[in-house]
């Protein structure tokens, strides 16, 4: 009984998880311009389609395969040996893969916010394998899969840092690399707004990540129990709630008006930094940490586009710098009770008589993570870029991903009468 209880609730996790990849394709499409609105919904699914794949081949078995080390997994591809629960197993073999697949999918579209408008379409096959099998297994492994930060009690309990950071640092090496848009920053450094072309699509996708992040947190307990999914989910839900506000009393300081993207920034980033401690601090700490996380948002907006790097999805900002908050904040807000019930080591944080213990594992996690993500993406990027190229050309990037890339426009009817309009001008 127990076992089917929790399949069921963590198959409707995977669900829910997989669910986000509607909210990104809303966020995304809806951040960027028209005439690039269909390529980015079109590859999203060709994206997780082909990450599914190399996760049922190789990327699971790199991460928990039984003979693997501190520094990565091995054996066990193609799942052949784990289609049947063993003994004293909690879950279904299959249902543990489909929901660890999903965070997968999810850290692999976090990176395509550093390649939105301007990225080959060969660019995203490339990489989708090069991600699966050379970045996030890794990763995924030295925290989840009994690796070395494992031993050293890393708490991450859903993956501000195996899934969030792991992405950002991916779209930091690529944004880097392809740099920025045309149009983008003028010769004085100057920087032009270039607003995406559906405030709507963005606000519905971050509604729809919201509630998919229930599975992705709540879902994290992997057993229904005593019902401590439900303490992860309002955790979740408070933190949301506290970027939000803070992000748009942020952004009305600063900028005179109340900014609808910033508070949607701050949403995201709220979830993201909670995602790592949801399970460890009590709701107030929660509050406080998605409080912390709307603010940091917004000042990581605005620095990323002084030092000219072009993200236009906010990337960076929303998982890589909430990720490495919510990371370091079980460092400071853990209780030792908590942490005893989730991990059986009482590790508490700093503001919990910890000392600063487990807030170093936390800071070494975090660079370790980010450097190894960065780094990897960087070279694998660079070899790339040396030999297929990884940016479209000037003319295709101005007529749009959609008819340069695919042939066809994602509104044909509006870009036609843009053209039309542009061709009367000219």
């Keep these: 009984m127990e076992l089917g209880l929790n399949a069921v609730w963590v198959m409707l996790g995977a669900i829910l998880v997989l669910l986000m990849q509607g909210g990104f394709i809303l966020l995304e499409a809806g951040s ?6 269909g390529h980015v919904a079109g590859k999203t699914i060709f994206t997780v389609s082909l990450c599914s794949l190399i996760f049922w081949a190789v990327g699971y078995a790199l991460i928990f395969g039984s003979q693997g080390n501190a520094l990565i997994g091995w054996g066990d591809y193609f799942f052949f040996d784990l289609m049947s629960a063993g003994e004293g197993d909690s879950l279904p073999p299959t249902v543990r893969f489909l929901f660890q697949l ?5 850290s692999l579209s976090i990176a395509w916010g550093g390649f ?10 490339m990489f989708t394998i090069l991600f699966s099998v050379l970045i996030y297994p890794v990763i ?3 925290i989840w899969g009994e690796g070395w930060l494992a031993d050293h009690g890393k708490q991450d309990f859903a993956g501000s840092t195996v899934v969030h ?3 950002a640092m991916a779209a930091l090496a690529a944004t880097i690399l392809l740099k920025p848009r045309i ?3 003028n010769k004085d450094g100057s920087s032009n707004d270039i607003q995406g072309h559906n405030q709507v699509y963005t606000t519905l996708g971050v509604l729809i990540l919201w509630i998919g992040w229930f599975g992705f947190n709540a879902g994290s307990t992997l057993a229904v129990g005593d019902g401590f999914f439900g303490f992860v989910a309002l955790n979740t839900q408070l933190a949301a709630a506290a970027g939000a506000v803070a992000a748009l009393f942020a952004s009305w300081m600063f900028m005179g008006k109340p900014d609808i993207p910033t508070t949607l920034n701050g949403t995201l980033a709220g979830l993201v930094a909670i995602t790592a401690s949801c399970a460890f601090v009590e709701p107030w700490a929660a509050v406080v940490i998605g409080l912390i996380a709307g603010v940091l948002v917004y000042a990581s907006m605005k620095f990323f586009d002084k030092m000219k790097i072009d993200d236009p999805i906010y990337a960076l900002s929303v998982h890589g710098t909430a990720g490495v908050w919510g990371t370091v904040s079980t460092g400071f807000f853990a209780t030792p009770e908590l942490a005893e019930e989730v991990v059986g080591i009482g590790k508490a944080g700093l503001f919990y ?4 213990g487990q807030l170093g594992v936390q800071i070494m996690g975090v660079v370790a993570c980010g450097a190894f993500a960065f780094i990897v ?7 790339m870029k040396a030999t297929i190229g990884i940016r479209v050309t000037e003319e295709q990037e101005i007529i749009g991903l959609d008819m340069s890339e695919h042939g066809s426009y994602g509104y044909p009817e509006q870009m036609k009468k843009i053209q039309e309009a542009q061709a009367t001008v000219s």
């Design 32 to 37: 960027i311009r028209m005439k690039n609105a």
């Design 102 to 106: 999903a965070f997968a999918a999810i």
């Design 116 to 125: 939105a408008e301007r990225a080959k379409f060969s660019a995203y096959v």
């Design 140 to 142: 995924a492994h030295w």
């Design 165 to 167: 950071l792991t992405g």
């Design 183 to 185: 149009g983008k920053y």
């Design 353 to 356: 008589g910890g000392g600063f």
């Design 377 to 383: 993406s960087y070279f694998v990027l660079a070899v």
